[in-house]
Every structure is written in C-alpha cells, then in structure tokens.
C-alpha cells in the first residue's frame, strides 16, 4: 500500500506528468522586415538590442533560418498555414486561408481546437504598413485562428516631429510621405504613443489577464518596418555621420540577371550617401525601439511567474537591406532579405546556438509538437524540437525560398547559394561561394569551372519542387 501510494506521489510530482497536465503557453513574438545584420545577438556591432539578446542567451538562437517567402504577406502566410507558397501558390497579400481552405487548420487555430485562448495583437497575418496601422484595420487577418484579435492603430508617417524623406527625395523637397517608403520621424512623445508602444501594453494585459489558463498569444510588432518611426530619444545613440556603408564595388551588377536588381535600389531611389546613411541609422532606431518593446512584453511574463510554463519564440518575416550591393528594401533572395533571426526558449532546456539550416516553415510543427498537439501530416516544416535538446544535430541541409510571384527560386546549402529566375533559368541563374564570398559580390554562374556545381543546384531545386508540389491540398480531414 505505501509502495502504491509513494508511486502516485511521484507519478504527479514528475515533470513529464506535469507537463502534461499543465498545457504550456506560448507567447510568439514577430518583428517586421528585420534582417539579422541587425541584431546583436547575431553580428552586428552598431545597432544594440539587449532584449532580444537576453532572450538568445537563454532560450536557443538559430543562425541559418531562411524566410520563404522575403515579402510580408506570403511570408506570414507560409508560416502560419504550414505550406510552402509554391505548394498553395500564395504569393501574394493575403492570409493564405484562401488557398488552404476552412477544414485545415493554421497554427493559432490548432491550438484553440485544443483548448487554448489565441489572441493576436497588431500584425500577425498581413497589414499593410503604414494603411492598416493608421486606420487601425484587421488588414488580411484570419479571424478563424483566434479567440480574440487587438489592432494597434499609431500616426505613422504622420506622427508630429522632425520628418525627412529620404527615398526618392534628391532635392530633398519633400519632407514626408505616406506608402512603403523610407521616411524617417524623430517622434514625440513616449512609447505609447505609437503602434508598437500600443502593442506591448496590450500584450501585457493580455498575460496578466489569462495567466490562469493554457494560451497562445501572438504578439505583432511592425517596427522596423518602413516608415522609420520611433520616439526622438532612440535615435540619438545612432548620429548618421557615424554610420558605415557597406562596401561598395564598382560594377557590383554586372554579373548578375537584370531580374537579380533589386526593386529599390540607391540609384532608382535616388539617394546620395548622406541619405543612405539616414536611412540604416533611422532603421537601427527603429529595431531600437521594438526591441524596448520586447522587453516589457518579456519583463511581464517574468514578474507573472509565467516562464517556467512558456515557450517563447521571437522571429520576423523576412529581412532586409541596408545598402548591400545598393539594394534596399525586401524582395530579393541573398542573405540579408531571406536570411532572420529565430530564437526559441522552452521550460528546462539549457541555452545554445543551433547552425543547422531552419525554415521559418518549421515553427509550425514545432509548437504543436512542444505542446504535445498532434498537428496534420500534410503541412510541410519539419519539427526542430531534436535541436533543442542537442543543437548539433541537423533536421535541413539546405534552405529554400522563392521570390517575384513564385518565380524565382533560391537553395541555399553550407557551401553555395543558388538563385534561379524562372523554373526553366530562361532569366538567369546566380551562384556564391557562400565559404570565400559571404558578402555575394561575385556571380560564378557563367564561370565554367562550376558548370558541375550549377547542375547539381539546378537538380536540388528540381527535385525540391517536385517534392513539394506532390502535396495533396485537396485531402479533408
């Protein structure tokens, strides 16, 4: 009888069980348009994010996590429905609900079938930046996937302070304007007063509020996504005139596909040096000023007493550039627009550092899978939760993105990255040595000594596609 009574008692008193009985939360952080050249924690020695770096330093910090998609609605949509774009052909802004249909379910929706409160808060599926924060929109919001959703509205490009346009501005006549352009506000006010600063307060009663039960809360920040809109305070640790461009070589373009050009660019965008640097400083004050926000949010699940039962995962859509090759902006397939930060912290799991190649595609059977949900076996990432436990091992040996309506293609393995402009490279190929040419300065596509190496690349991607598109998406369960 005590044999049986000591075995109930450490039967409940055993973390397994109680992970069991204790569903745990999940509190998903997503930033807009940050690269990971711009965050600490990753490699950059300018723009400072602390938050986000206390976070990588306790939870496990993905450095080869590839976007699927490097613009913001077929990106998001990817992730959230589990479907590579090329596999529901979403290319374009939208959730991805239309492609996917109502009997599947997207990631918050599997776990509110499973008993949790889901909230969204600002933008998780596609808003249009600035639109849809100015008049406070659903934007292309899936309502299915949530108990609750919490837009953010904020002035945006409006918002009063010192304004400078630094896109498409070479008289620099215009001092503001509205649309996916670099303009630049030194605001007033504090946090609050703008979309993000809304965000985290919201977030933060939503934690305190829900804390007694399992819930799934995705949290929306849209900075540093364009306009470059922060309170004054966070851009005076970034003065342009210390600002570094990126290494600029004469006849950067040459060797690359006319489709390869980004479609903004310093020359199209008409910026001078002085505007260029403007424009990386205001974005740093930008990430600045998520990262604060991240903070708060972080802070509140820690003074709840909520760390010990929540996965936490922060990540963005896509990247960005900075002036690399003169490019500007998202859209394109090298690094600093498809590659992003992913950092994921589970309950008793020590830190580390995980290099294998990662998706963001992959974070959806990864949840389910960390929360004991049984996802469907038809949504496309992989589970990473082996890397948690030993993030030497490998789940991907390469990474695959596509571009410009699903017409462009990139396979990005340990030792080259390949772009392909259309399926049958009628609009040009590009090939790196991503070990000698981190930077993808020199386009070795045309060079014969890798005429090998652009055939065993064009198969990866063949097969990758076929593998893909063999996905049923007519199957009702």
């Known amino acids: 009888m005590k044999f049986q009574f000591f075995l109930i008692f450490a039967l409940f008193a055993s973390p397994i069980f109680s992970q069991k009985i204790n569903k745990p939360n999940v509190l998903f952080i997503i930033s807009d348009d940050l690269t990971a050249t711009a965050v600490s924690s990753y490699e950059n020695n300018v723009c400072k994010t602390p938050n986000i770096d206390k976070l990588a330093f306790e939870g496990t910090r993905f450095t080869k996590t590839y976007s699927q998609y490097p613009v913001c609605g077929p990106s998001r949509a990817s992730l959230l429905t589990g479907y590579y774009p090329s596999a529901t052909k979403t290319y374009g802004y939208v959730s991805g609900r239309e492609n996917i249909g109502y009997s599947r379910n997207t990631l918050p929706q599997l776990f509110k079938n499973n008993g949790y409160y889901t909230a969204r808060v600002s933008k ?7 639109i849809d924060i100015e008049t406070g929109s659903n934007g292309q919001d899936d309502e299915a996937s949530w108990t609750e959703r919490f837009n953010s509205q904020g002035p945006e490009w409006k918002a009063k302070g010192e304004a400078e346009l630094v896109q498409g501005n070479p008289d620099g006549k215009i001092e503001r304007k509205g649309g996916n352009v670099m303009t630049i506000v030194k605001a007033e006010g504090d946090d609050l007063a703008h979309s993000d600063g809304k965000t985290a307060k919201k977030a933060i009663e939503l934690i305190k509020k829900h804390k007694h039960e399992p819930f799934f809360l995705a949290v929306g920040f849209v900075r540093p996504h364009v306009p470059f809109v922060a309170p004054k305070s966070y851009f005076k640790p970034y003065p342009f005139e210390a600002i570094k461009l990126p290494k600029k070589i004469d006849g950067d373009w040459d060797d690359i596909p006319k489709r390869g050009i980004n479609y903004v660019t310093s020359k199209n965008a008409q910026m001078n040096t002085e505007q260029e640097k403007k424009a990386i400083a205001a974005y740093y004050a930008s990430v600045a000023y998520m990262d604060a926000q991240v903070g708060k949010v972080l802070k509140a699940l820690k003074d709840e007493g909520l760390e010990e039962n929540t996965i936490v995962v922060f990540t963005s859509d896509h990247g960005f550039h900075l002036g690399e090759h003169d490019f500007w902006m998202k859209v394109s397939l090298h690094e600093e627009s498809v590659r992003v930060p992913m950092i994921i912290k589970v309950p008793g799991k020590e830190p580390a550092v995980c290099n294998s190649f990662t998706e963001l595609l992959d974070l959806y059977p990864t ?43 990139l396979v990005r393995t340990n030792k080259w990255a390949y772009i392909q402009y259309n399926e049958d490279a009628s609009a040009g190929i590009e090939l790196f040595d991503m070990h000698n040419d981190p ?3 020199t386009n070795l596509a045309e060079n014969p000594k890798y005429r090998r190496v652009v055939k065993k690349m064009k198969r990866k991607l063949n097969t990758k596609l076929a593998k893909i598109r063999t996905n049923d998406l007519n199957i009702k369960y």
């Not at 992989?382 to 309506?405: E, I, Y």
């Open 439 to 441: 930077q993808q300065y």
């Open 124 to 130: 998780i599926y596609h808003m249009g930046i600035p």
């Open 367 to 409: 949840l389910a899978s960390l929360a004991g949900l049984k996802a469907s076996k038809h949504i496309q990432g992989k589970d990473l939760t082996p890397l948690l436990s030993n993030p030497d091992k490998k789940v991907r040996n390469m990474a695959f993105s596509v571009s410009q309506g699903g017409k462009t293609f």
